[in-house]
Every structure is written in C-alpha cells, then in structure tokens.
C-alpha cells in the first residue's frame, strides 16, 4: 500500500510540475499592461497632413503620383488601430515595434483562463499590388511557434481572418489599400519604407471626400 502511495504522490508531484511548467511558460514576460493610449483613427484629412501626396512625384506618364514614404512604428500602430477596429477589438490594445528588420505586434490572448500575451513577428511584401504579409514568429507567453506548426494553428483559424490565406501569408488585396497602391515595402533602419502610387483621379475622389466631409460638419445640426 504504501509503495502505491509513494506512487501516486510521484505522479501527482509530475502533474503539478508539469501544471506549473505550463503556467510559467504561458505568463507574459514584462506583465499585462498595454499603453494604447496615443493610438487614433487615421482619417483622409491626416493623409493630407501627413504630406503623403507633397512627398511624392506626379507622373504625366502614368497620370498619378509616385515615390515613397516612410513610417514609425508609431504610423503604424495608428494604421493598425484604424485598419483593424472593424474586424478584431483585441488589436485595440497593442504595442508595435520594429526590431531586426520585422515588424512586431504584441496584443492581449487569453488561454483558456490564463490572460496572457502573444507576439506575432511579421515581415511585409508586395505582390501584385496586394500587400503580403508573412508570419515569422508567434511567441505566446515564454512559447515561441513558428515553422510547419505556425502553418497548421494559422490554418485552422482560417475561417476567423476576413483576407485570402497562404501558407504562413495573410493577403490584404488592394482594393483593401485604395486610394493607396502599393509597388514596394521593405523594413530597414527601424522605419518601413513602402514605395507606392496615387492615381491622379483617387487623389482628387479622396480631395473630393474631405471637402465634401468638412462642409458637412459646418453645418448646423438640425
């Protein structure tokens, strides 16, 4: 009997190891908390302070305005805000950095009942026109996922992302990106440098759009 006991107890000591193991593994590293509050909506009128079309060249040629530009991680902490408040609430509170030429993306994940955070380090591309972006990386808690085993948990949630999936690749299609059309992007120097062109006939819709916009709001409210 008590060698069944010295037993049991060794495998109860196993588990809670084991459960310990996991629940350290799956706690974040540097805590829960999120600074979110800098991030805001991009609008029309931002494009246009920006200076995004002053910084590109028009073409006679092409009829549209080419060249690049260049984005923090604080632009795209803004663009992401923006982009995914329609589809996903947890990507309101994200911290956004970019390291070792990849883009890193912190948000908020709960594991069963573990609050936790996950990491998802992405490299972006061009093709077609449509705006690739490859998983690298998912590191959950002290977990990192990646290779074929990234490719299957991506799979499998296939059905919850609203944008074409490949492998390890989200597709943002350019109609997604208008007014916006996308020929390059790359990521050096801590910044992201997206080479792209605006359509002279976008460019004055999206002028069109902000003063139609701006009338509207001087208007008084009946």
Known sequence: MKKVLKILVGILVVIALAMGGVFYALQPEGGMSFDNTGNREITKE???KMG???SLKFSRETESFEGSINLTAEDVSNIVYTFMKNYEDDMMSNDIKIE???LMVTVPVEVEFLKTKAT???VPSVENGSLVVTVDNIKVGKINVHGGLLAKIMASQKSEIPFEMRDRSIIIPPETLKPINLTGIKIE???IKADMRVTL????QCAYDIL???GNSLKPAA
């Open 46 to 48: 931002d494009i246009v």
């Open 52 to 54: 995004l079309l002053q």
């Open 100 to 102: 070792d030429n990849k």
């Open 120 to 122: 998802v380090s992405v």
């Open 189 to 191: 120097n801590n910044e």
């Open 201 to 204: 006939r976008d460019a004055m």
């Open 212 to 214: 139609v916009q701006y």
